[in-house]
């Protein structure tokens, strides 16, 4: 039996459950991940114990932080722990000891970002009071990946970090140092339109917000050093799948071909997902497993996670939200988007994490991108989008993007 003729069984699940039709929503939501660092020495704040002579850990700065807010520290089903917060968010960790604040969906674009500075704010001033910078860069700019050890020790990380292993570094320094700004906007009556509209969205969102040129001491050459990573750690799992096939066939296809990166045979080889399907030794939990490790510019996940972005400083956030709020959900801008952009494809992602808004034809669309996206941002609504928000979100496209410029090129 070949990987396409099982073809059939896994489009539908896609269809249905990655791609389905959510309406005239707009609920949005984000992922935010920050890099503890100790503030002093620029050292990999440890999450667990802290360092001899030293009493500083991530876990029990948050745990303190945490108590006097009302958090609740649980336990995930693989032991992590985490912390859910009386508003809906929850406070998570990586397998480097990154922390990641996740929303709940709400239900504008503003909401969204006070609840960000509600958390964001204090939790910012109280680590740098215990001597802890929560960095907001996409990669450590102070450790090489030899100094960043795996700090969440499961059996789903350990199988990663094999797999990754074997293919080079950039795949274990995207799990152990890396930190994004990641956006989740409702997929819509259209989700495979609007899936592709960001799809082709991702080389103008790296370039636009490109904030990791430094790593481990020194300048990369790559304005966005965490997007190149991304790159190079494993084509399979990464990118824009298939740009010039309708969405549920070109992800089924790229999930089918993308390595099982969580089993090997009895030789210790890895296969693709579909061979191990074509050949009966595929069940539907280990179907599910192998769809959270993809990882390509924007995951379908019945809502749509876009993943172009690198961390941002907290001042910054509106800039992307209110992007992408305005680009998406005012349907004539979007329709003016989608005339504008060609496909994006994995030469373009590379030069826009090489060059940023220095690549001319990524930063002469990235103007008219900025243009459409506060007009479709404006037009939405006060009760959407407050003036507040729209005006931060405007400051930090004259000071960077407007003079062709991204974040890396003022660090």
């Known amino acids: ?60 700065f948050v745990r303190a932080f945490g108590a ?4 609740s520290e649980l336990r995930s089903s693989k032991g992590a722990p985490y912390f859910a917060l009386p508003t809906g ?32 704010e204090p939790l910012h001033a109280a680590a740098a009071d215990a001597g802890i910078q929560l960095a907001s860069v996409g990669i450590d700019p102070c ?37 994004a700004t990641q956006i989740s906007v409702d997929a819509g009556p259209d989700p495979c339109g609007r899936w592709r509209l960001l799809c082709d969205l991702a080389p103008y969102l790296t370039a636009i917000f490109a904030n990791s040129s430094r790593y481990a001491g020194s300048e990369t050459g790559y304005r966005s050093f965490r997007a190149y990573c991304w790159r190079s750690l494993d084509p399979s ?45 595929a069940s539907d939990a280990q179907w599910e497993t192998h769809l959270t490790t993809l990882f390509p510019e924007v995951r379908p996940r019945g809502h749509l996670e876009v993943r172009s972005i690198d961390a941002l400083p907290l001042d910054a956030l509106a800039a992307p939200i209110v992007l992408l ?3 998406s959900y005012h349907e004539p801008t979007a329709r003016a988007t989608r005339d504008l952009l060609p496909r994006s494809d994995e030469a373009l992602l590379i030069r826009a994490a090489r060059c940023g808004l220095r690549d001319e034809e ?50």
């Open 1 to 60: 039996m070949t990987v396409a003729m099982t073809l059939d069984r896994y489009w539908s699940f896609v269809r249905d459950q990655l791609f389905r039709a959510s309406g005239a929503t707009r609920r949005i939501g984000a992922e935010i991940e920050l890099l503890p660092l100790l503030a002093d020495s620029g050292v990999v704040c440890p999450l667990w114990q802290p360092l001899p002579g030293d009493g500083r850990s991530t876990l029990i």
């Open 68 to 71: 006097t807010r009302g958090w």
């Open 89 to 120: 968010e929850t406070l998570t960790f990586e397998p480097g000891g990154q922390l990641e604040l996740c929303s709940p969906p709400f239900d504008s674009a503003s909401e969204l970002l006070a609840h960000v500075r509600d958390v964001l």
């Open 143 to 179: 450790n090489d990946v030899g100094a960043a050890p795996l700090q969440l020790d499961s059996d789903r990380y350990r199988r990663m970090t094999s797999y990754f292993e074997r293919r080079g570094g950039n795949g274990v320094r995207m799990m152990r140092q890396t930190a």
């Open 237 to 281: 799992r990464t990118g824009i799948p298939y740009p010039e096939v309708e969405a549920p066939e070109a992800y089924t296809r790229f999930a089918l071909e993308a390595t099982d990166m969580m089993r090997v045979d009895h030789g210790g080889a890895y296969h693709s997902f579909g061979e191990w399907a074509a050949n009966g030794a």
């Open 325 to 327: 709020a305005g680009l």
């Open 362 to 411: 990524l930063d002469t669309r990235a103007q008219s991108l900025v243009t459409l996206g506060l007009q479709g941002a404006h037009a939405l609504g006060q009760s959407y989008l407050a003036t507040r928000d729209i005006d931060a979100a405007q400051a930090f496209f004259d000071r960077f993007t407007r003079r062709g410029h991204s974040p890396a090129d003022e660090g």
